[in-house]
């Protein structure tokens, strides 16, 4: 079976650093992404990892151990906007993504 | 550029009635569209996938008599949810794939939240 894991929620502080946690047992591994979902939005591209280590993108950075299994996203200074969910997805075939149920970020001032 | 629109934002019908939702690239041509549905406070679950001018494939646990998906250019695939059900209600979100792009670069529309009666 697939299998992806994340925390439901986490509460950060604006300003602060917060590090989203994510492994995966997929039947297939051609890349691992992050996506930005707001309430009743569509999910937005945040990263996209296929090798193994940090990728950085601005405020926010995502890493990727393959062995392990295991990624993180990393979001720094935070802002109240960033208040969103956080989706993991494994690209399992050519055009397969499989998503986790994705993490709900609170940012409190 | 690469945005994909959805039609309409929201839907309320009532129970046994069908629901057509249309999901467009308005700025690339998409080889493969995906249609999602997601339950409240859970992720996108995939339903199907389709491309352009073939039959979709359907995920297992996917009625495809109920979900009928039509792809029949290369800007526009249409879901139509078959004599619906309150349990049908949830956001359902397509996502578009052109040529261009890295592997698994999909374009997702802005969803469409039907509730049934």
């Known amino acids: 079976g697939q299998n992806i894991d994340q925390p439901t929620e986490m509460t950060a502080t604006e300003g602060a650093i917060v590090q989203i946690n994510c492994t995966y047992q997929t039947s297939g591994f051609n890349g691992l992404f992050w996506y930005q979902q707001h309430a009743g939005e569509a999910p937005t591209f945040l990263s996209y990892?296929?090798?193994?280590g940090l990728e950085e993108k601005g405020r926010f950075s995502s890493f990727l151990s393959r062995s392990k299994g295991y990624s993180y996203l990393l979001l720094k200074e935070l802002q109240m906007k960033d208040s969103a969910s956080y989706l993991c997805?494994?690209?399992?075939?050519?055009?397969?993504?499989?998503f986790g149920t994705g993490t709900r970020l609170t940012v409190i001032p | 550029g690469a945005v994909v629109s959805q039609h309409p934002s929201r839907v309320i019908c009532k129970s046994g009635t069908s629901v057509k939702i249309e999901c467009r690239s308005l700025d690339f041509q998409a080889t493969t569209m995906f249609w999602y549905r997601q339950f409240p406070k859970k992720s996108l679950m995939l339903m199907a996938t389709s491309n352009e001018g073939s039959k979709a494939t359907y995920e297992q646990g996917v009625e495809k008599d109920k979900f009928l998906i039509n792809h029949a250019s290369l800007t526009l695939s249409t879901l139509t949810v078959t004599s619906a059900h309150p349990e049908d209600s949830s956001f359902y979100i397509c996502?578009?794939?052109?040529?261009?792009?890295?592997?698994?670069?999909?374009?997702f529309g802005p969803g469409t939240r039907l509730t049934v009666l």
């Open positions: 997805a494994v690209l399992t075939g050519a055009n397969n993504l499989f």
């Open positions: 996502s578009a794939k052109g040529l261009a792009g890295g592997p698994g670069t999909q374009y």
């Open positions: 990892n296929v090798l193994d």
